[in-house]
């Protein structure tokens, strides 16, 4: 095997860049976290990897290379070598890797130059860039940080968009309440982490004097925040997002109902509806307990009454009625409640407009 094949390990730059990456493991693998940007095309399936890997324990390491030279060859061969030539072609930028950067990297790299492709290997595969996306979450951590508060539907993640500042509550797929899941799934723990060292480098990259984030509990769905980063944030002073609770409604009303349909329209057709209804009592159902029999029982007659309207006649006004209620009774108490508590610093309160001028010229103008 030539040992000349480029082998790369600016592990940062492959982060923060998300370069195309041909991930090289098995499906199994694959599926419990990747990067974004990259592609599975296993030089194994889950069943030739789990065969190699008794045959290793067994008889060895040279029986094993063995074994899948046999397992893989002539027409499957080829086709995998076609899969990864076809990706090379396409991303001439990207990069190769296996677990740890070991034989299996190495034999696809060798098989694909055999092939007329020279294209670069990970040094230490998926270890060694997870292990500096962990690294770079470690040191961030230790950054100044500033935290965006603001009740319910005062719109922190659209400020956070127009501040360019990183959105967890996207990188989790999920909105952060009862009501915040989506219908697309959301990613792998590691998936998670590796995207948020990602956008973390490329905020940094701009040298801010601040890193901002939204104020978040630790669980973002069932995606957790990690440990040591959170501690971070929980010591970090705030911005308070203040919007009258008409304007609140509104945001409400297009994140949780409009767009909500939209999805599962988009994803289910005409059962759309269906899941869109669902997922909203569903969403209520879960904070039955906390709302109290009372309080429940009043929402969920709201919201079945708005999906009956909006089901006959498509108007969404309806939906403004358990909005307002859920927000005054539920979610504005409990807010104040964990702001008190909390005794952080407050560095500036106003509305979008008002704070996005204050980051403008306290922050970025420095």
Same mark, same amino acid.
């Given at each position: 095997?030539?040992?000349?094949?480029?082998?790369?390990?600016?592990?940062?730059?492959?982060?923060?860049?998300?370069?195309?990456?041909?991930?090289?493991?098995?499906?199994?693998?694959?599926?419990?976290?990747a990067?974004?940007?990259?592609?599975?095309?296993?030089?194994?399936?889950?069943?030739?990897?789990?065969?190699?890997g008794?045959?290793?324990?067994?008889q060895?390491? &040279?029986?094993?290379?063995?074994?899948?030279?046999?397992?893989?060859?002539?027409?499957?061969?080829?086709?995998?070598?076609?899969?990864?030539?076809?990706?090379?072609?396409? !991303?001439?930028?990207?990069?190769?890797?296996?677990?740890?950067?070991?034989?299996?990297?190495?034999?696809?790299?060798?098989?694909?130059?055999?092939?007329?492709?020279?294209?670069?290997?990970?040094?230490?595969?998926?270890?060694?860039?997870?292990? #500096?996306?962990?690294?770079?979450?470690?040191q961030?951590?230790?950054?100044?940080?500033?935290?965006?508060?603001?009740?319910?539907?005062?719109?922190?993640?659209?400020?956070?968009?127009?501040?360019? #500042?990183?959105?967890?509550?996207a990188?989790a797929?999920?909105?952060?309440?009862?009501?915040?899941?989506?219908?697309?799934?959301?990613?792998?723990?590691?998936?998670?982490?590796?995207?948020?060292?990602?956008?973390?480098?490329?905020?940094?990259?701009? &040298?801010?004097?601040?890193?901002?984030?939204?104020?978040?509990?630790?669980?973002?769905?069932?995606?957790?925040?990690?440990?040591?980063?959170?501690?971070?944030?929980?010591?970090?002073?705030?911005?308070?997002?203040?919007?009258?609770?008409?304007?609140?409604?509104?945001?409400?009303? !297009?994140?949780?109902?409009?767009?909500?349909?939209?999805?599962?329209?988009?994803?289910?057709?005409?059962?759309?509806?269906?899941?869109?209804?669902?997922?909203?009592? &569903?969403?209520?159902?879960?904070?039955?307990?906390?709302l109290?029999?009372?309080?429940?029982?009043?929402?969920?007659?709201?919201?079945?009454?708005?999906?009956a309207?909006?089901?006959?006649?498509?108007?969404?006004?309806?939906?403004?009625?358990?909005?307002?209620?859920?927000?005054?009774?539920?979610?504005?108490?409990?807010? !104040?409640?964990?702001?008190?508590?909390?005794?952080?610093?407050?560095?500036?309160?106003?509305n979008?407009?008002?704070?996005?001028?204050?980051?403008?010229?306290?922050?970025?103008?420095?």
């Amino acid at each position: 095997m030539a040992s000349d094949l480029p082998l790369v390990s600016n592990y940062q730059q492959i982060l923060c860049q998300q370069l195309p990456l041909l991930d090289l493991r098995a499906p199994v693998e694959f599926d419990r976290g990747a990067f974004a940007g990259s592609v599975n095309l296993p030089l194994m399936s889950d069943s030739e990897r789990a065969a190699i890997g008794l045959c290793y324990k067994q008889q060895g390491q &040279q029986a094993a290379i063995a074994l899948g030279h046999k397992l893989v060859q002539g027409e499957l061969k080829t086709a995998r070598v076609k899969a990864w030539h076809d990706f090379a072609l396409k !991303q001439p930028n990207g990069l190769l890797y296996c677990a740890r950067g070991g034989l299996r990297s190495q034999i696809a790299q060798q098989w694909l130059a055999d092939a007329g492709v020279v294209y670069p290997r990970v040094k230490g595969g998926f270890k060694a860039l997870r292990q #500096a996306a962990i690294t770079v979450i470690d040191q961030v951590a230790s950054l100044p940080m500033l935290l965006l508060a603001g009740p319910t539907g005062s719109g922190k993640t659209r400020l956070l968009r127009q501040l360019h #500042a990183v959105d967890l509550e996207a990188l989790a797929n999920h909105r952060g309440s009862a009501f915040g899941r989506k219908l697309a799934a959301q990613p792998p723990q590691i998936r998670f982490e590796n995207d948020l060292a990602a956008a973390l480098l490329r905020v940094q990259a701009a &040298q801010p004097p601040y890193l901002l984030l939204e104020d978040e509990s630790l669980l973002i769905g069932q995606r957790n925040i990690p440990h040591g980063f959170y501690q971070a944030m929980q010591q970090s002073p705030l911005l308070l997002l203040d919007e009258p609770l008409n304007a609140r409604i509104e945001v409400i009303l !297009q994140d949780y109902v409009v767009d909500l349909l939209a999805e599962a329209t988009s994803l289910h057709g005409e059962q759309g509806f269906e899941h869109f209804g669902t997922m909203l009592q &569903q969403a209520m159902a879960r904070i039955r307990k906390r709302l109290g029999g009372v309080l429940y029982s009043e929402l969920d007659g709201l919201l079945k009454g708005a999906l009956a309207e909006q089901q006959r006649s498509g108007d969404v006004s309806l939906h403004r009625n358990w909005i307002a209620r859920l927000l005054s009774g539920y979610y504005d108490p409990m807010y !104040q409640y964990q702001l008190n508590k909390r005794e952080l610093p407050v560095l500036m309160q106003g509305n979008a407009t008002v704070l996005s001028q204050w980051w403008q010229e306290q922050v970025i103008a420095r």
